[in-house]
């Protein structure tokens, strides 16, 4: 049986480990952990993206982004066997380029990297907006509300264009609160100050080699004149 709840240390040397702002990465190998993972393919199948939304936003703060140091965790599908890969670097542009390839052997399909975020401190937050220069395929964005490697996340999808720079917009209300693979109905709504976690994940069986070039994840708050 593997124990999930360890102090950071042992995480640390359970999950492949990424540091981003120049400083070397290792990447340690996980074992034992394929019911535990951070996203079945089943999480997400059936769940369409969520709906890019527009309008001002005056209040706003940085979650994520890449023009300093910020440790990464690499997440994919060989914690049950699978083959698919990934990485996260920062380029000198101050942007992180989260590619690799997904393989759908050994009943595998999704990659993901994530990062530790300290809540989502902005008064009525309406939800989050991703910088991104995607291939055209579908990624999900995930929060979790605990430092655990277990439990609850919830998790929203979206679309890139695969014709540049966009910036997309995603209600806290689009995302789904999930388990091990399974949509938890009783789970409460998303508590953005709560947030302790960020991950970035292509998954749905989506085969071959991917690239998603992110410049910043921003949660912000709608004023009220935008709103009339």
Known sequence: MVELERPDGRMRRLLGRTRVGGLPKS???L???GCLLAGLPSAVQGQESAEVASGAATDTITLVDFRGDREW???NDGVMGGRSRSSIEQTAEGTGVFAGRVSLENNGGFASVRTRVEGIDVPAADGVTIRVNGD???YQLRFRTDDRFDGVAYRANFQTSGGGWEELTVPFSAFVPSFRGRVVEDAEP???SAVRQLTLMIADKQ????RLEVEWVKA???SAESEE
């Open 73 to 75: 965790y690499v997440v």
């Open 27 to 29: 990447v340690a190998p």
């Open 136 to 138: 055209g395929q579908q």
């Open 220 to 222: 912000f708050a709608k």
């Open 190 to 192: 998303l508590d953005p």
């Open 207 to 210: 085969e071959g080699d991917f």
């Open 31 to 33: 074992a034992l952990l």
